[in-house]
């Protein structure tokens, strides 16, 4: 696995090319804040104050119009859908990651890297690339990048089987991938303890 250097806007940020594995999912990397905004801690919020160690973390799904968000719970087990953003305004969805991040006690960001199915990135990768670099840079929390192939897919289907359809489900399947994405992460870490 080789490691590459980039930039976004003057920010420096390591990131890991993906593994090219079929069918899992791997961590694709790292984005941190640039040094200005590394040294703003995550100020204690619900999450912190519940005496688990150390903040909560946020599952993102991005999307041109919508950002679906999820929350693990204290426990660090089960991701819980927080509804959607409007994507299309930039400086308002970074301040509403901010606010999010500071009142729940967020410490990470894991957002969705939407691979080909062959582990390729395209235009959609890059963008979500930048932007995780932008939320990092905004919040001063870690963002971790990570692959979510058939997310979106899983997530229709899941809230087909609940008999949620039509506007209703339209509505809810950005959260329902953003729930997908952070149980896929939170799983990999609880096999790898």
Do not use: N, Y
Request: charged residues 30%.
């Amino acid at each position: 696995m080789t490691v590459a250097s980039g930039s976004s806007g003057g920010a420096k940020f390591a990131t890991l090319d993906p593994e090219r594995t079929r069918g899992s999912s791997v961590r694709i990397g790292t984005v941190r804040a640039s040094s200005a905004r590394r040294r703003c801690r995550p100020r204690a919020g619900r999450g912190m104050a519940r005496g688990v160690g150390g903040g909560r973390t946020c599952g993102l799904d991005l999307g041109a119009a919508r950002v679906g968000v999820a929350i693990d719970d204290e426990l660090r087990m089960m991701a819980h859908p927080r509804g959607a953003l409007d994507a299309r305004d930039r400086k308002a969805l970074l301040a509403a990651l901010r606010a999010l991040a500071d009142d729940e006690g967020v410490e990470r960001f894991v957002v969705g890297l939407p691979l080909d199915m062959h582990g390729g990135e395209g235009i959609a990768a890059r963008r979500a690339r930048a932007t995780a670099q932008q939320i990092a840079d905004a919040t001063g929390r870690e963002v971790e990048l990570w692959d979510e192939r058939l997310t979106t897919v899983q997530a229709a289907r899941e809230l087909a089987a609940s008999e949620v359809r039509g506007k209703k489900a339209r509505a809810r399947i950005d959260e329902a991938a953003a729930c997908a994405i952070l149980q896929s992460w939170l799983d990999a870490r609880r096999g790898r303890r």
